[in-house]
């Protein structure tokens, strides 16, 4: 049985297989219910012919102790024999179609003094088939006596094989209906599903809205489908952020490239009265670029993949990390104010250096004088890093745009002003992966050139251990 299921079933449709678990479990139930009926039958109608017996045994025990037994005994009904035997097995008293020669019950079924139930072959009282025979003790101490009353069964066989040919018959004929509405019922329930196998099919993966059907139920398979239009949803803005990336990335790529070209075809051209030096500074230059786009691509690619933000590597003090990054800078153009206290932010330290570096290269390319460094706190769970710089800042409507991917304003699209916008997306995501934010404002609010502050909000750490 096992093997047929693990073989022949797998090879079905889901709904002939739903529909082959229904009907089996409708036959077991079935088959299960049937034989709980009969049996429950049985006993109904089996205690109720105890019940007659047993009224006309005390009656007639009644009577007996009395010693006012009637010659014959009055019984109800043409399916009862009633006998009263005394201890020696001798017939007493019998009703009108009872044998009085022969007892039907033998000396050795008989228990003095107890109340008996038996089923014996209906011969011995004169009535076809089995015979139920109950007895119950009457008379008295001195002259014991056992009244024997019998009653058939064949009324009650009659009953149970009429109850179990209509379950034979009936049985079968219910299956086949529920069977057929099973079959409706699985198949308007999986049409959805057909439905939606069949628009998943149709997706070719090209550009443009595709979407799967949505059954107007409100049911699971609803809800399957609204979910996977919004995973499709989310599968084709990351391609459509993935294309962007692609075209980007190789725009960006091509300008040095195509720089480094035309400067090699013209220094040909020239021949001798090529200026080597200049042309090599200039080839070293839009190396460098390209080879800082190259890092910061493969910077975003691998925060990309990285779904889940890694734990922090251990505890940074701010003061240190804002005097090593200003270090990097002459004195006049990047001032940094020392916090008055130590601040510390759990995190990478090499992520942190670089989204410093980042605010302060941005920050150097648009100044006019100078850039402020410095760091506050706590403000609440948090401490604050801000960059200011005292350039033409940024306008509202464009502080957010800016932190998107190879954004750059009109003003900074020249080659020598600035890089390939990743400098703040990166800054972005390396913060979001230290659990804080960061955002622009005005410096100076009104002013001709506001200027622009960056701040940096890092969840705040206690002071560490000495150890």
Do not use: C
Request: hydrophobic fraction near 45%.
């Amino acid at each position: 049985m096992s093997r047929w299921v693990r073989g022949p079933l797998p090879r079905l449709g889901l709904r002939a297989r739903l529909l082959a678990l229904g009907v089996l479990g409708l036959v077991v139930g079935f088959a299960f219910g049937g034989a709980l009926l009969l049996g429950a039958l049985g006993w109904t109608l089996q205690r109720s012919v105890d019940e007659e017996a047993l009224r006309t045994a005390d009656a007639v025990a009644l009577l007996t102790a009395e010693d006012a037994l009637p010659d014959p005994l009055p019984v109800a009904g043409g399916q009862l024999r009633v006998q009263v035997v005394d201890a020696q097995g001798r017939i007493r008293a019998a009703s009108i179609d009872a044998d009085r020669l022969v007892p039907m019950l033998g000396p050795d079924e008989l228990r003095p003094g107890q109340r008996q139930r038996l089923v014996v072959d209906g011969r011995r009282a004169g009535m076809p088939g089995p015979v139920r025979v109950v007895t119950v003790p009457a008379g008295t101490a001195q002259e014991p006596r056992t009244v024997l009353v019998a009653k058939s069964l064949t009324d009650v066989r009659h009953s149970l094989h009429v109850v179990r040919n209509l379950l034979l018959v009936g049985f079968p004929l219910l299956v086949a209906g529920l069977g057929v509405v099973a079959w409706r019922v699985v198949g308007a329930t999986l049409r959805p599903v057909e439905q939606l196998r069949s628009g998943a099919a149709e997706i070719t993966g090209r550009a443009g809205a595709e979407r799967l059907p949505v059954p107007a139920g409100q049911d699971e398979i609803h809800r399957l489908a609204v979910t996977l239009n919004d995973m499709l949803d989310r599968l084709a803005a990351s391609r459509a952020r993935q294309r962007a990336f692609v075209a980007d990335a190789a725009h960006e790529l091509r300008s040095p490239l195509t720089n480094m070209r035309t400067e090699l075809e013209v220094a040909r051209r020239l021949g001798d009265d090529t200026d080597w030096p200049a042309v090599a500074d200039d080839l070293l230059a839009d190396t460098e670029r390209l080879s800082r786009l190259v890092d910061d691509l493969l910077l975003l690619a691998r925060l990309d993949e990285q779904d889940a933000r890694p734990s922090p590597v251990g505890p940074v003090e701010l003061g240190d990390l804002l005097r090593a990054v200003a270090a990097r800078y002459p004195s006049p153009p990047v001032r940094l104010t020392p916090p008055d206290a130590p601040r510390w932010v759990e995190g990478d330290a090499g992520e942190l250096r670089r989204v410093l570096v980042n605010l302060v290269d941005n920050a150097l390319r648009h100044a006019y004088t100078d850039v402020v460094l410095a760091v506050s706190g706590p403000d609440g769970a948090y401490h604050l890093i801000t960059v200011t710089d005292d350039g033409p800042g940024i306008p509202a409507a464009d502080r957010e745009r800016v932190f998107a991917r190879f954004t750059r304003l009109d003003d900074a699209r020249a080659r020598d002003a600035g890089g390939a916008g990743l400098g703040l997306a990166i800054v972005r995501e390396l913060v979001r992966r230290a659990g804080g934010t960061v955002e622009l404002a005005d410096a100076t609010p009104g002013a001709a050139a506001p200027g622009l502050r960056a701040t940096v909000r890092l969840p705040a750490l206690a002071e560490p251990d000495a150890e």
